[in-house]
Structure formats: structure tokens, C-alpha cells
């Protein structure tokens, strides 16, 4: 069982800035981020491979969030920049054993507890 451990989240104005961290217990294949604003689905928004040569981002947030990771520490990290009001919402690391990047949260096998992000406008 792998555990992952959410930081970083916090309040800032539009236009600023935040990174996340997301640190694993042991080593996964693929990670990603997902979020959940309140009344709304869970939602992708970006993954990457283990080896990070490969990233994948949602339409919403391509341009303005970076998704990076060192696999010495067993972290990956949310680079988020020019925060929207839009982007508020609690975010979530996952992980899978599988090495696909994949945009459904059913497919992933380990989910941190969450952190909020919330952009004011």
C-alpha cells in the first residue's frame, strides 16, 4: 500500500501563484493530479510518467500548470501559475501501478487526502 501526502495548498489572489507537493511512501508508475471544486465532479488535470518524460494536461490549466517529479524523494509537484477564481478547489494527488497516463479517477489506485486551493478574484 502506498501512501501520498498532500502540501502546499493555500489562498492566494488571481494572477498569483502556488505549488503543490505530493510525496509517496514507495514508487508508482504514474501520478497525477486531479480536483474537486464544491457541486462538481472529480476532475483531471494533469499526469506524469515516472521516468517524467511524458506529461499530460487538461484543456483548462495547459499554458499555466506544471507537473514535475523527483523520483529520488518519491515527489511529484503542481506548479500552478496565473490562478483563476475557477481553479478554486480541494486538489489531489493519485498514483497507479499501470504505466498509462489516464484521465479517469477509477483508474488510479492510491489518492492522497486532499489540499485546498482557493484563488480569490
Known amino acids: 500500500q502506498v501512501q501520498l501526502v498532500e502540501c502546499g495548498g493555500g489562498l492566494v489572489q488571481a494572477g498569483g501563484s502556488l505549488r503543490l507537493s505530493c510525496a509517496a511512501s514507495g514508487r508508482t508508475a504514474t501520478s497525477a493530479w486531479f480536483r474537486q471544486a464544491p457541486g462538481k465532479e472529480r476532475e483531471f488535470v494533469g499526469g506524469i510518467a515516472w521516468s517524467g518524460s511524458s506529461t499530460a494536461y487538461a484543456d483548462s490549466v495547459k499554458g499555466r500548470f506544471t507537473i514535475s517529479r523527483d523520483n529520488a524523494k518519491n515527489t511529484v509537484y503542481l506548479q500552478m501559475n496565473s490562478l483563476e477564481p475557477e481553479d478554486t478547489a480541494v486538489y489531489y494527488c493519485?498514483?497507479?501501478?499501470?504505466?498509462?497516463?489516464?484521465?479517469?479517477?477509477?483508474?488510479?489506485?492510491?489518492w492522497g487526502q486532499g489540499t485546498q486551493v482557493s484563488v480569490s478574484s
Open positions: 493519485a498514483a497507479r501501478i499501470q504505466r498509462a497516463i489516464v484521465t479517469g479517477a477509477g483508474d488510479y489506485d492510491y
